[in-house]
């Protein structure tokens, strides 16, 4: 049987899977996504009740050779507490992405580090600019990490290089393109270059949390929407649950 120890990871999400126990959705380093059972979480008396949080740092042990297998134990791994409020929901709507494009068992050592800085400033910063440019980060990562981001300095259909001054769009099916007059969302070439230099480097979340926060405010807008609806496309659906939830929120204030 095999087993597994002291592996970081995070909860993505968890389900019911009896009257004492839950399945969970772990985000991994070394093994990517994995389904766990967590036998008697559900019991008032279980240690898991208190770990098995999203957002957390953790340690996991499990055993077993099933597409699901055996929880054997989960400790905190230290860190900031829970983000709260729209940051929480930043975070969630982070595990989203990550359930429905990743694949089990597809290690991306990589994007977990992405995602881990991604939760470390969701919790400790509370400036709203920077939780944009970090969810941004994110999605170019994960996009890219994912074999779904086209070469961005690249017009994708000629794979002739985009001029710094030139305005240009990202559109799922046709990936970079010149934008057309009737386009309401680009960025000038310089941007994507940018973009495409800091996808590429050593330390990509910083290095791309840093190219996004220096975008123009409009830019950054524009790069919000080209990229919500490529993970759209890629993700089969026309709305995030976590999306409308935001939006059901921000209805309601």
Known sequence: MRRVAHEPGYVLHHY???????IVEAFTRA???VALVAKGAKRPSSNFRSVLLPLQPLSLNWSGDGEIRTLKGAEWGGGEVMPTGDALLSGYYANELLLRLLAREDAHPRLFDAYAALVHVLATDRGEVLHAAALRAFELLLLRETGQLPALDLQ?????PVSAQGRYRLLAEAGVRAAHADDDAWLIGAHWQALAEAVQDEAPFVATLHAVAGLPGEARGHLRQQLRELLHYHCGIGTLRTRQLMMDLQALS
């Open 31 to 33: 093994h990517g996504r």
């Open 16 to 22: 019911d899977w009896s009257e004492s126990s839950i």
């Open 156 to 160: 994708t259909l000629t794979l002739t």
